[in-house]
């Protein structure tokens, strides 16, 4: 049967990283005005076959054990909602939201350059809250459901986000998400002959080692805020992919506006997610809710994406 996983992907994240969002009611994030928009931010349906209380029945519980578990990890670990904003990208963009980047072995989509780097902790989260609520509620919820729930609570190129009816401006909001990822020096090595004082930086930071993390938001890594993009507008831009939006009239706008008013990148960051958990996935009875997020029940191949240094950041 088709998955029932849940669509409503980011608002509890946002309101755990960004205490300001809680003085305000939910549904300004899905739908709000702004100057640099003519109208509001259309909200986002579930895609044919979601629901959003898909298990209110099977796992009533299931919302409350999530938001406690990503809440109490994040108290301890702030880096691991970037983990989180990571995978569930990763798992949802090449091929809609089936939980295959969460399978390990000789093969998989985790051993595919773009995964190589997914956070370890923020996978073992997932686990770790897969196994609290089959406990709970017996194997009833997949892990593509467990995935987008921890998530709720990257930037390529334009034509591929199109092929996904995902639109410029999805792109730059979910571009965004790097306001609290690092990356490897690796990642973006490319860029060491630019002759500017902050890529001269970067360099600095990476001449010992080509593995080491460095912050993608240099202002307020920590925090999930619009300092991302108020960093590209100064040049600032870690990817070079992230700081090409500012390079190309289709996205710079967009980035020009989200700088400017962070309600609307908030709302448009969570319509966005939305709109990314609803890409088609298993359809008819291929689903899977597997008894351990790690392996596969039935063999399998697996859809390979861009390598661009946006998917392969480290969060």
């Not at 108290?75 to 949802?92: K, N, P, V, Y």
């Not at 390079?247 to 319509?271: C, I, K, L, M, S």
Request: hydrophobic fraction near 40%.
């Amino acid at each position: 049967m088709a998955s029932g996983r849940t669509a409503a992907v980011l608002v509890l994240v946002a309101a755990v990283l960004c205490p300001a969002a809680l003085s305000k009611p939910s549904s300004a994030f899905i739908s709000m005005p702004t100057d640099h928009v003519g109208g509001r931010i259309p909200p986002v349906s579930p895609a044919d076959g979601l629901a959003f209380n898909f298990h209110a029945d099977s796992c009533p519980q299931l919302q409350d054990v999530v938001r406690s578990a990503v809440q109490t990890a994040l108290q301890s670990e702030i880096a691991l909602a970037a983990g989180l904003l990571r995978i569930f990208f990763h798992d949802c963009f090449p091929q809609g939201c089936d939980a295959s980047v969460l399978l390990t072995g000789d093969g998989s989509e985790l051993q595919l350059p773009p995964n190589l780097t997914l956070q370890p902790r923020a996978l073992q989260l997932i686990e770790s809250i897969r196994a609290t609520v089959h406990a709970s509620c017996g194997p009833v919820v997949s892990c593509a459901d467990i995935t987008a729930l921890a998530t709720r609570d990257a930037a390529t190129l334009i034509d591929v986000f199109q092929t996904r009816n995902l639109d410029n401006v999805d792109l730059v909001a979910l571009s965004g998400g790097h306001t609290i990822g690092k990356g490897h020096c690796s990642s973006f090595s490319n860029r060491f002959s630019e002759d500017s004082d902050f890529v001269r930086s970067l360099a600095s930071n990476c001449s010992t080692d080509f593995n080491r993390l460095q912050d993608l938001d240099v202002a307020t890594p920590d925090v999930f805020d619009i300092k991302y993009f108020t960093n590209l507008q100064q040049g600032k831009g870690v990817f070079t992919s992230d700081q090409k939006l500012t390079a190309d009239w289709r996205t710079e706008w967009v980035v020009n506006g989200f700088a400017g008013n962070h309600w609307w990148f908030f709302g448009q960051f969570a319509a966005s997610m939305t709109k990314l958990g609803n890409l088609q996935g298993p359809q008819g009875n291929v689903g899977e809710i597997r008894r351990n997020s790690c392996f596969v029940r039935n063999g399998q191949s697996f859809l390979t994406t861009s390598s661009d240094e946006g998917l392969s950041a480290s969060a």
